[in-house]
């Protein structure tokens, strides 16, 4: 099993929509969240860290589950220019705390006009 | 500021030969990473330093790999000989873990293809 696992998509949805993506890690001491955001043959960038108490920035809204060991990602009236390549990221946690982050394989987002 | 900096921004080898990948990460930062990225495997780490001693390079493929990093603002990837199976996106990425925790900063990526 991977230690992050999110569902690669794709999403195709129409400007406007509101579209949930989700993310389960494995490692239960995971300490740190995050959602990067890749845009095609570009490098990943920081979008948002996810912290327990669920957290927005603008039209983007990340929640953290450390129950079920579930990270969401909702983005509100999606534009043309979201389209891209959601990473879900966990930092290994525990003893091996050492800033390592665990990538998920990303879930591609496709927004339409 | 300057972001990560890497060079070659793109490169083609023949297999056998060898591939020399550089890094420059930000000013300060004392994490470098370098990561390669495929279609079908992802984004996968394959070594990190702190305070430029390497720390866990168990992510390197085999032993054709090898990393260095000489000082605080240079690192270097070597694959040698390479194949093609080596053909990738290969990503150098700083942190600094005085500021928010673990955001790292990635360049732009090397595009290597083996032919």
Same mark, same amino acid.
């Given at each position: 099993?991977?230690?992050?696992?999110?569902?690669?998509?794709?999403?195709?949805?129409?400007?406007?929509?509101?579209?949930?993506?989700?993310?389960?890690?494995?490692?239960?001491?995971?300490?740190?969240?995050?959602?990067?955001?890749?845009?095609?043959? &570009?490098?990943?960038?920081?979008?948002? #860290?996810?912290?327990?108490?669920?957290?927005?920035?603008?039209?983007?809204?990340? *929640?953290?589950?450390?129950?079920?060991?579930?990270?969401?990602?909702?983005?509100?009236? #999606? &534009?043309?220019?979201?389209?891209?390549?959601?990473?879900?990221?966990?930092?290994?946690?525990?003893?091996?705390?050492?800033? &390592?982050?665990?990538?998920?394989?990303?879930?591609?987002? *496709?927004? &339409?006009? | 500021?300057?972001?990560?900096?890497?060079?070659?921004? !793109?490169?083609?080898?023949?297999?056998?030969?060898?591939?020399?990948?550089?890094?420059?990460?930000?000013?300060? !930062?004392?994490?470098?990473?370098?990561?390669? $990225?495929?279609?079908?495997?992802? =984004?996968?780490? =394959?070594?990190?330093?702190?305070?430029?001693?390497?720390?866990?390079?168990?992510?390197? /493929?085999?032993?054709?790999?090898?990393?260095?990093? /000489?000082?605080?603002?240079?690192? %270097?990837?070597?694959?040698?000989?390479?194949? /093609?199976?080596?053909?990738?996106?290969?990503?150098?990425?700083?942190?600094? !873990?005085?500021?928010?925790?673990?955001? $790292?900063?990635?360049?732009?990526?090397?595009?290597? %293809?083996? %032919?």
């Amino acid at each position: 099993r991977k230690e992050v696992e999110q569902d690669p998509g794709p999403f195709n949805v129409p400007e406007g929509a509101t579209v949930a993506f989700n993310c389960t890690y494995s490692n239960s001491a995971s300490q740190s969240f995050f959602w990067y955001r890749q845009d095609c043959r &570009k490098e990943p960038k920081l979008l948002m #860290s996810v912290y327990s108490s669920g957290n927005e920035d603008g039209r983007f809204t990340a *929640q953290l589950n450390r129950a079920s060991q579930y990270i969401s990602l909702l983005i509100r009236d #999606s &534009k043309l220019s979201d389209s891209a390549t959601y990473l879900c990221v966990v930092t290994r946690g525990g003893s091996s705390n050492t800033g &390592k982050l665990i990538f998920g394989q990303g879930t591609t987002l *496709q927004v &339409k006009p | 500021d300057a972001g990560v900096i890497q060079s070659p921004r !793109h490169e083609v080898t023949e297999m056998g030969q060898e591939v020399t990948l550089r890094c420059k990460p930000i000013s300060g !930062h004392d994490y470098l990473f370098w990561y390669r $990225q495929t279609m079908m495997r992802g =984004l996968e780490l =394959l070594i990190y330093f702190n305070n430029n001693v390497p720390i866990d390079d168990s992510g390197m /493929p085999e032993d054709r790999f090898s990393a260095k990093m /000489p000082n605080a603002s240079f690192s %270097t990837l070597k694959i040698q000989p390479s194949e /093609p199976r080596d053909s990738a996106v290969y990503f150098c990425a700083s942190s600094s !873990h005085r500021g928010p925790s673990y955001e $790292q900063y990635f360049g732009p990526g090397t595009r290597l %293809t083996v %032919t």
